[in-house]
T-cell receptor
Framework: DGGITQSPKYLFRKEGQNVTLSCEQN?????MYWYRQDPGQGLRLIYY???????QKGDIAEGYSVSREKKESFPLTVTSAQKNPTAFYLC???????????FGPGTRLTVL | GIQVEQSPPDLILQEGANSTLRCNFS?????LQWFHQNPWGQLINLFY???GTKQNGRLSATTVATERYSLLYISSSQTTDSGVYFC???????????FGTGTRLTIIP
């Protein structure tokens, strides 16, 4: 099956711990994106990558880090510097150029 | 940055009714997408529609880029249409999506 997978589906962490969220795609898409969604809100862009070994900050990058070592994978690390990390995190990918973004099922992170 | 406003914020309808959701944006765009977010959080692509009109079954969408708005029409609503509908735009040459705050649609049997 082609698609985007995110793991885990639910994640609980203690305050002060770093945590890494996985995003993998087998659609052969060049571009990948991470969004954050808070309850009752729209999505906000954290980081995006248009090509392997390159990525750019989105609108709310503070407290997050990413890597893009492989075309298929774009992991997101939520660091202890992120003040309000509890949220729903969505990963997306698309082909280069004006085209549709496709989303994974999301990871719900709760920091206790 | 570009602003995206959706209306109405909430809509409650009886099964079988028709509805129109609106998305206004503040600047030119080279991409506009409509999504449906189901109760489990999954975002489902409905339309990629930077301009013109498209139809897919009971759903259709129209974007008038020169007037900076898009409309999503849902006809003969079903309970499975419930959820949040998002409009998202890509400011020209940017390739980053900016999302509106959504319209929460509830269809009552």
């Amino acid at each position: 099956d082609g698609g985007i997978t995110q793991s885990p589906k639910y994640l609980f962490r203690k305050e002060g711990q770093n945590v890494t969220l996985s995003c993998e795609q087998n659609l052969n898409h060049d571009a990948m994106y991470w969004y954050r969604q808070d309850p009752g809100q729209g999505l906000r862009l954290i980081y995006y990558s248009q090509i392997v070994n390159d990525f750019q900050k989105g609108d709310i990058a503070e407290g997050y880090s990413v890597s893009r070592e492989k075309k298929e994978s774009f992991p997101l690390t939520v660091t202890s510097a992120q003040k309000n990390p509890t949220a729903f995190y969505l990963c997306a990918s698309k082909r280069q150029g004006p085209d549709t973004q496709y989303f994974g099922p999301g990871t719900r992170l709760t920091v206790l | 940055g570009i602003q995206v406003e959706q209306s109405p914020p909430d809509l409650i309808l009886q099964e079988g009714a028709n509805s129109t959701l609106r998305c206004n944006f503040s600047d030119s765009v080279n991409n506009l997408q409509w999504f449906h977010q189901n109760p489990w959080g999954q975002l489902i692509n409905l339309f990629y529609i930077p301009s013109g009109t498209k139809q897919n079954g009971r759903l259709s969408a129209t974007t008038v880029a020169t007037e900076r708005y898009s409309l999503l029409y849902i006809s003969s609503s079903q309970t499975t249409d419930s959820g949040v509908y998002f409009c998202a735009v890509d400011h020209f040459g940017n390739e980053k999506l900016t999302f509106g705050t959504g319209t929460r649609l509830t269809i009552i049997p």
